[in-house]
């Protein structure tokens, strides 16, 4: 096994998927020549040629549109649009074509694409490369949404995403593409979509998180240390939600936290927290909290820290949580 | 070539078969007779099939629908120039297209009725459903040809839109994936002069819409759109061109809606009675029927056996569509997911229970 950080093992995930399948097709701005923004697809069009890696012109809902139309006959497209902020052009491709497409057919057309992005804050971005926007494609039936939080992992759920047989959004945590190197295996490595991680056993408190948030609950664990029994659970997939682990943990538990890089308010956070409420009430101990951004436009590198969300605040959530 | 004659820049519109009926020898395509009357019945089918689902809907069988009345031509000529395994992307007002690419009549009536089954097509027949949100078909039809490419296939897509489509980012964004990769796409817009209530010159400054494709970089041609031998020639030669390699092609099929945008519409609100004379006078069917009958092949006695029998299958159809089952309560959850997550059939099974009886 080789130690690799996300950009990576993403890499590696697209190219073995891409040697296994020649269905498979790359397409997005600069993926080609450039290897992406950020140098994901680096080396995939010197190996698969113009053909299966496609620069395409500037125009994000032409990408998505495109992709859906490869995908309806025969292809696996893998669309990349280079940051979260872009995607909103999307929207109308990924909600009134990829997401019913197979429902509207009753199953004659379907499409098996991943439009793949990177999310999130805390880089220090320029306006609108730091988003992180999930619940517009959550509350989407007939789309899934993946988020990755290591290298690993990342390997691991990008292959199943594109062996799906429907629509993914597989978001990227910007912030954790080069934080972490881990050991990362060549060949057949899958991750199930839809079935959350149990990343530390507890018995004291659940804290729920995804993608870039994982490891600043790791941080906060570490500044308690072990004053409680944490349980830690990274969802992977935000829809369809893995609820049984969720409810699982917090009715071993009774205490849950909630860390959501976006705003407060009709978040994934939300959803959570009414799932437990539905299942799980008479497990708890206290009210389930939510550490998430302000209902705020994501200040600029300026004012970023403010708004993102550091192990500080997850850590006093985890003990209010525990002293309610 | 038809494209380098038919300059939209210049001014010119390819036209063959004259509203009198009459045909320019020159340009007339060698067609065999029994697809000439393929063509002719699908047409007058069409026609029929469209006034009764206007019928159907006034009657509260059917929801609202956009008539093709004036435009059969503009649909069936490019299918008789269509290949086998060649697609049809299409938006919502190409009815005659569909027939005779053999989606059969009862399930688009059963789409107009309400029921997801009805674009649910047979086996082999490529062909995407109706598209609402106007102009986001385009760029599926690029994809759909990108792959077809990518496989060696000897398929083509002829992708339908109006003249409205044109404005949207989806048409502009289409077209100019399509002009780089050089998919093999035709382009038809049915240009039938109004997006509802809003006037082609209201939509585009440009003179034409055929001349768009000039910026595209491949070439534009604009047809009358009521004359089925121009939109068969002109798809044809654009077909050719798309499997030799040689890219897309934009069709501007320059036609008329003759009734409302859909049954929801009142097109008396914002046009004229005289234009729509004008056009009457320019009827695709009636012109074709002329052509046929100066060539021997069409008659009185067999227009009158045809409009019986094409009467006598629209009401077959609308019987098959009418008695196709409604969804069961399971079916509209079934197919949002190749495998039904397990929170969703909770949702169904929760809901079973709390449906009122009988509405199962």
Same mark, same amino acid.
């Given at each position: 096994?080789?130690?690799?950080?996300?950009? =990576?093992?993403?890499?590696?995930?697209?190219? !073995?998927?891409?040697?296994?399948?020649?269905?498979?097709?790359?397409? @997005?701005? +600069?993926?080609?020549?450039?290897?992406?923004?950020?140098?994901?697809?680096?080396?995939?069009?010197?190996?698969?040629?113009?053909?299966?890696?496609?620069?395409?012109?500037?125009?994000?809902?032409?990408?998505?549109?495109?992709?859906?139309?490869?995908?309806?006959?025969?292809?696996?497209?893998?669309?990349?649009?280079?940051?979260?902020?872009? @995607?909103?052009?999307?929207?109308?491709?990924?909600?009134?074509?990829?997401?019913?497409?197979?429902?509207?057919?009753?199953?004659?057309?379907?499409?098996?694409?991943?439009?793949?992005?990177?999310?999130?804050?805390?880089?220090?971005?320029?306006?609108?490369?730091?988003? $992180?926007?999930?619940?517009?494609?959550? =509350?989407?039936?007939?789309?899934?949404?993946?988020?990755?939080?290591?290298?690993?992992?990342?390997?691991?759920?990008?292959?199943?995403?594109?062996?799906?047989?429907?629509?993914?959004?597989?978001?990227?945590?910007?912030?954790?593409?080069?934080?972490?190197?881990?050991?990362?295996?060549? @060949? !057949?490595?899958?991750?199930?979509?839809? =079935?959350?991680?149990?990343?530390?056993?507890?018995? +004291?408190?659940?804290?729920? @998180?995804?993608?870039?948030?994982?490891?600043?609950?790791?941080?906060?664990?570490? $500044?308690?240390?072990?004053?409680?029994?944490?349980?830690?659970?990274?969802?992977?997939?935000?829809?369809?939600? +893995?609820?049984?682990?969720?409810?699982?943990?917090?009715?071993?538990?009774?205490?849950?936290?909630?860390? =959501?890089?976006?705003?407060?308010?009709?978040?994934?956070?939300?959803?959570?927290?009414?799932?437990?409420?539905?299942?799980?009430?008479?497990?708890?101990?206290?009210?389930?909290?939510?550490?998430?951004?302000?209902?705020?436009?994501?200040?600029?590198?300026?004012?970023?820290?403010?708004?993102?969300?550091?192990?500080?605040?997850?850590?006093?959530?985890?003990?209010?949580?525990?002293?309610? | 070539? &038809?494209?380098?004659? /038919?300059?939209?820049?210049?001014?010119?519109? %390819?036209?063959?078969? #004259?509203?009198?009926?009459?045909?320019?020898?020159?340009?007339?395509?060698?067609?065999?007779?029994?697809?000439?009357?393929?063509?002719?019945?699908?047409?007058?089918?069409?026609?029929?099939?469209?006034?009764?689902?206007?019928? %159907?809907?006034?009657?509260?069988?059917?929801?609202?629908?956009?008539?093709?009345?004036?435009?059969?031509?503009?649909?069936?000529?490019?299918? &008789?120039?269509?290949?086998?395994?060649? *697609? %049809?992307?299409?938006?919502? #007002?190409? &009815?005659?297209?569909?027939?005779?690419?053999?989606?059969?009549? *009862?399930?688009?009536?059963?789409?107009?009725?309400?029921?997801?089954?009805?674009?649910?097509?047979?086996?082999?027949?490529?062909?995407?459903?109706?598209?609402?949100?106007?102009?986001?078909?385009?760029?599926?039809?690029?994809?759909?040809?990108?792959?077809?490419?990518?496989?060696?296939?000897?398929?083509?897509?002829?992708? /339908?839109f109006g003249d409205g489509g044109t404005s949207e980012g989806d048409f502009h964004e289409g077209?100019?994936?399509?002009?780089?990769? #050089?998919?093999?796409?035709?382009?038809?817009?049915?240009?039938?002069? *109004?997006?509802?209530?809003?006037?082609?010159?209201?939509?585009?400054?440009?003179?034409?819409?055929?001349?768009?494709?000039?910026?595209?970089?491949?070439?534009?041609?604009?047809?009358?759109?009521?004359?089925?031998?121009? %939109?068969?020639?002109?798809?044809?030669?654009?077909?050719?061109?798309?499997?030799?390699?040689?890219?897309?092609?934009?069709?501007?099929?320059?036609?008329?809606?003759?009734?409302?945008?859909?049954?929801?519409?009142?097109?008396?609100?914002?046009?004229?009675?005289?234009?729509?004379?004008? *056009?009457?006078?320019?009827?695709?069917?009636?012109?074709?029927?002329?052509?046929?009958?100066?060539?021997?092949?069409?008659?009185?006695?067999?227009?009158?056996?045809?409009?019986?029998?094409?009467?006598?299958?629209?009401?077959?159809?609308?019987?098959?569509?009418?008695?196709?089952?409604?969804?069961?309560?399971?079916?509209?959850?079934?197919?949002?997911?190749?495998?039904?997550?397990?929170? &969703?059939?909770?949702?169904?099974?929760?809901?079973?229970?709390?449906?009122?009886?009988?509405?199962?």
């Open positions: 096994m080789v130690m690799m950080n996300m950009v =990576q093992s993403i890499n590696l995930a697209l190219r !073995e998927e891409m040697e296994r399948d020649t269905s498979v097709v790359l397409l @997005g701005e +600069d993926v080609g020549v450039d290897g992406g923004v950020f140098r994901v697809t680096e080396g995939l069009l010197d190996r698969f040629g113009t053909e299966r890696v496609i620069d395409t012109p500037l125009a994000e809902a032409g990408i998505a549109g495109v992709a859906i139309g490869m995908a309806m006959n025969g292809l696996r497209p893998v669309a990349e649009v280079q940051f979260m902020g872009f @995607g909103y052009l999307t929207l109308n491709q990924m909600i009134c074509h990829a997401a019913r497409m197979r429902n509207r057919t009753r199953g004659r057309l379907t499409v098996p694409m991943v439009l793949r992005t990177p999310y999130g804050a805390g880089v220090k971005a320029l306006e609108h490369h730091s988003e $992180s926007t999930e619940a517009l494609f959550t =509350q989407i039936p007939g789309l899934k949404v993946v988020v990755p939080s290591t290298p690993l992992e990342a390997k691991g759920l990008l292959t199943s995403s594109i062996r799906d047989p429907d629509p993914v959004i597989f978001l990227e945590p910007t912030r954790s593409y080069r934080m972490l190197k881990e050991e990362v295996p060549s @060949g !057949e490595y899958t991750v199930p979509l839809s =079935q959350a991680r149990v990343v530390q056993e507890g018995i +004291d408190l659940t804290v729920i @998180g995804w993608g870039a948030m994982i490891p600043q609950i790791q941080k906060a664990l570490d $500044s308690l240390a072990g004053k409680f029994s944490c349980e830690v659970l990274d969802l992977r997939t935000l829809s369809p939600l +893995d609820s049984n682990a969720i409810i699982r943990s917090v009715k071993k538990t009774g205490r849950c936290v909630v860390v =959501q890089e976006a705003p407060k308010s009709f978040g994934v956070g939300a959803e959570i927290a009414a799932r437990i409420n539905e299942k799980a009430l008479l497990s708890l101990e206290a009210p389930v909290e939510r550490v998430a951004a302000p209902d705020i436009t994501i200040p600029l590198p300026k004012g970023e820290d403010y708004y993102y969300i550091g192990p500080e605040r997850i850590k006093s959530a985890i003990e209010r949580t525990m002293s309610f | 070539m &038809l494209v380098d004659d /038919f300059d939209p820049l210049k001014g010119k519109r %390819l036209e063959i078969l #004259r509203k009198d009926g009459s045909v320019n020898k020159k340009l007339e395509p060698k067609i065999d007779d029994d697809i000439l009357l393929k063509a002719y019945r699908t047409m007058v089918l069409t026609r029929v099939a469209d006034e009764k689902a206007v019928k %159907l809907q006034r009657q509260g069988r059917l929801g609202a629908y956009p008539p093709t009345k004036g435009q059969e031509a503009s649909q069936i000529g490019p299918a &008789l120039a269509m290949g086998p395994n060649d *697609w %049809l992307v299409w938006a919502f #007002r190409e &009815l005659g297209g569909l027939i005779y690419r053999g989606v059969p009549l *009862w399930r688009l009536y059963l789409y107009w009725m309400g029921n997801e089954e009805g674009s649910s097509y047979p086996e082999g027949v490529h062909a995407t459903p109706s598209v609402v949100p106007v102009g986001s078909q385009v760029p599926h039809a690029v994809g759909i040809a990108y792959a077809a490419k990518q496989r060696k296939e000897d398929t083509a897509v002829v992708c /339908f077209l100019n994936f399509a002009g780089v990769m #050089r998919t093999p796409n035709v382009f038809i817009c049915q240009n039938n002069q *109004w997006a509802i209530s809003v006037p082609r010159e209201r939509q585009t400054a440009s003179k034409t819409i055929a001349q768009k494709a000039v910026a595209y970089g491949f070439p534009g041609i604009q047809v009358d759109g009521n004359d089925v031998l121009a %939109l068969y020639v002109a798809t044809k030669e654009a077909l050719e061109r798309a499997r030799k390699g040689e890219g897309p092609t934009l069709i501007e099929s320059y036609t008329y809606r003759m009734g409302d945008h859909t049954t929801s519409d009142d097109a008396t609100r914002y046009r004229l009675e005289k234009e729509l004379l004008e *056009w009457a006078d320019r009827d695709p069917i009636a012109r074709f029927r002329v052509y046929l009958t100066n060539r021997g092949l069409w008659g009185e006695e067999k227009e009158k056996a045809l409009l019986e029998e094409v009467s006598a299958t629209v009401e077959e159809e609308v019987k098959k569509a009418e008695s196709f089952p409604r969804p069961t309560f399971e079916d509209c959850f079934r197919h949002t997911f190749a495998t039904m997550p397990e929170d &969703l059939r909770e949702q169904m099974e929760a809901l079973r229970r709390e449906l009122p009886t009988g509405r199962e």
